[in-house]
């Protein structure tokens, strides 16, 4: 099983033991006032997991190339005693680490640095990603950064790294002066291609001069910027060659610039689609005699399965998993073991991770809450112990938050048992497996419930516990109450009619709706109802229709996707008081899903009052005051949630320990990974 991938190879003079690196990933650990705890137990779980090489997060080479406040800076003292700590970690643990040396440029967003003001780049081109306006860099800048760049290799090889990869992609410094849309010089730093790719190319020599022939370095290239502007595709594999010559051990091809109009690592991309890119790469190297270079591919991979369809045909030689590695430290190690249906998948869905990368807070894993807490939470064993100092425990409510309490309370030797009204698993998110983008979001609670089952849990489906079940919770040390929420009703005139429904008896039935659809609300659910009743549910797209349908090969990529209306033409309208349509749907994700509500033709309302339902529609009155009546034939309510926690107080009453997770402990703030954090938190608690 998985032959291409579980085979040895080299970058360098570095022999990995398979085809798998995982990947950079910013983790928010970087700075923590902790000695390097945090970060060190991060990685290291994952070299013991058996990740062949780890990259880490982009360390950057001097203040001003920091990407905001949680980034390590490599000439800080305490950033680098963390770092040690991490490198030592690995090495601990059998693993190898490669130090990502990075500069943000114009994407440095403020507060990274203090003292540390604009930021710098190669030309003054504003970027809607920092919301910043960098200060173009001077020649003597130019300089120093490239000896930057070769003194950060050299700390990371004193401080016991096994290599570096420059971060040369994502539209990041390196990046910028590679693309005509940031590099408006025309000095000897930019003004034609081959003065454009001077400053990586300076980069890697500057590196190569400094750290001898063999320490490996990476180079992390940008195969598709994916902007109107960006590097040309020929300039791209010039840029490959002229790097494989000037030293590089290996290519790392990322793709698209946090200002692409292309989804790049969303759920709705086919898994592999960027693979051609690193094969084309691998090709144009081939082509001058460069066998020797290894190319990584990356992006959109989850599965173990896929990369090893990727290397299939021998036009590639790694693939870097980064997200999949937060959702399953072990993703290597059971898929080697012929287990990929252990594997936690990642979904996809950025919450936790990316949207997290971009402020401060640590990055974490919706599927997976501890990542990024290892040094707090212990591992969880793998097998129950039915003896010794551990407890009896019910989880009420099997939703995201309950499955978690109950695999984290198996995980800690309890016995567990999970107790659940509906005849399925899964509570909300089994709604949100619907969404287009979204069919992943089963996965989670098929390996969940798996995982319970395996571990020999008795899952009582179908079994609401009530008032009169609180005598028999009392055999229990505890009980962890997940018993979720259920939609808000809505006080307003007409709220009772028969073409009413709420969103949980929308998402039910979806082609019960039909012709004009009036969603009142305009939260993170509503959207995802919207995108439901208007896209395709889930059409498999291949990579090469994605491809194709972005314009991805051309110089403009094209931002649209064109709509798969699902079944009738339904005619949808979203409505709501406040002012922003999908509030609460991460960054990463939000303006993907507008796009395609857009594009699909999709109504929204904002800065209403709603005034009455009526049996032909919704009349509202409009931010001017003026009324407006919105016809529909289904009026879906989408208005918020109530928690549901009655059994709490009675079990209080009883002498029940008992904790709430996910949406009975409140909706405020209302997601999955706040569901499964307090599912993990809960377990622990308990
Ligand atoms: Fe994957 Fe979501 Fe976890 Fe990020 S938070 S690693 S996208 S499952």
Known sequence: MYDHVFRPGAIGTMTLPHRIVMGSMHLNLETRDDDGAALAAFYAERAAAGAALIVTGGVAVNAVGAGGPGYGVI?????????????????????????????????????????????????????????????????????????????????????GFDAVEVMGSEGYLINQFTAPLTNLRDDAWGGDAERRRRFPLEVLRGIRAAVGRDFPVLFRISGNDLVTGGTPPGEVTALAVALAEAGADALSVGVGWHESPVPTVQSQVPAGTWAAGGKALKRALLAVGHKDVPVIASNRFNRIAQAEEALSDGELDFVAMARPFLADPEIVTKSAAGRPDQVNLCIACNEACIDRSFGTERVSCLVNPRAGHEEEFPPRRSTRHRSGPFGRYAVIGAGIAGLEAARTLVGLGHHVEVY?????????????????????????????????????????????????????LRSFDGVVLATGVLPARLSLSGAELPHVRDYAQAFADPDALHGRIVIIGGGGIAVDLAHTLTTAPDAKVTPEEFLARHAVAEDTPRPETEPVVRGALREVTLLRRGWRIGEGIGPSTRWVVMRSLRSAGVGMLTGVTYREITPVGVIVADAEGRDRSIPADHVVLAVGQVPVRDLAPLLREAGVPVVTAGGAAGTEGLNGVRATAEGLRAAHRI
Do not use: N
Request: proline share 7%; charged share 25%.
């Open 75 to 159: 000439g800080d003292s305490r950033d680098r005693a963390a770092l040690s700590a991490a490198a030592r970690a690995v090495h601990d643990r059998g693993g190898r680490i490669a130090l990502q040396l990075f500069h943000a440029g114009r994407y440095a967003r403020p507060g990274a640095r203090e003292g540390v003001g604009r930021p710098v780049a190669p030309s003054p081109v504003h970027s809607d990603f920092s919301r910043r306006t960098p200060r173009e860099m001077t020649p003597g800048d130019i300089t120093t950064t490239i000896d930057d760049f070769a003194e950060g290799a050299c700390t990371a090889r004193a401080l």
């Open 420 to 472: 659940e009204a509906a005849t399925r698993a899964g509570g909300q998110f089994r709604l949100a497996s619907q969404v287009p983008g979204k069919a992943e979001f089963a996965e989670t609670i098929r390996h969940h419930v798996t995982e319970l089952l395996e571990a020999g849990v008795p899952l009582h489906l179908g079994r609401r516990i009530g008032g009169e079940d609180v005598p028999e």
